[in-house]
């Protein structure tokens, strides 16, 4: 009776801390949908949740529409968010889904037992490119 008791809230509290999180990440991406420009804060947060293989549309529902798409008007495979000034968020494509995410100019939020989302590495696990 005791293991299924501890069970129950354990199940109830996990319950708990993931919505509490999806609402958490719901205030971030009203708030960045909203405010251009002046949402470090809420980049932060959000970046985490941008994980390898979600669809464009999610991402779009996500951050909303980005300020650039590629690097020619004709390309669409790399969005680009301004997060404050010069400070970026970089949403890669291919197939509709995400293969790679940058945080430029700001750092991600990390969570406890989580991956970091979308392939960021910390500059620092980055291979140099001055190395063979």
Same mark, same amino acid.
């Given at each position: 009776?005791?293991? $299924?008791?501890?069970?129950? @809230?354990?199940? %109830? ?6 919505? +509490?999180?999806? !609402?958490? @990440? ?5 708030? =960045?949908?909203? #405010?251009?420009? =002046?949402?470090?804060?809420? +980049? #932060?947060? %959000?970046?985490?949740?941008? $994980? !390898? ?8 529902? %996500? ?20 997060? =404050?000034? &010069? ?6 494509? /291919? !197939? ?6 940058? *945080?430029?100019? =700001?750092?991600?939020?990390?969570? /406890? ?10 500059? *620092?696990?980055?291979? &140099?490119?001055? $190395?063979?």
């Amino acid at each position: 009776m005791k293991k $299924t008791l501890f069970a129950v @809230i354990a199940t %109830l509290l996990c319950v708990s801390l993931a919505s +509490a999180e999806t !609402n958490r @990440i719901a205030a971030a991406s009203t708030v =960045f949908r909203q #405010r251009p420009g =002046f949402r470090t804060k809420e +980049a #932060r947060i %959000l970046f985490p949740a941008l $994980t !390898n293989g979600m669809h464009r549309a999610d991402v779009k529902t %996500l951050l909303g529409d980005p300020e650039w798409k590629g690097v020619l008007a004709s390309s669409s495979n790399e969005w680009t968010y301004s997060v =404050f000034y &010069s400070t970026l968020l970089v949403v890669h494509f /291919t !197939n509709d889904c995400i293969v790679k995410t940058e *945080a430029v100019g =700001f750092e991600p939020e990390q969570r /406890t037992g989580q991956q970091q989302g979308g392939g960021y590495s910390p500059p *620092a696990a980055r291979p &140099s490119k001055l $190395t063979p």
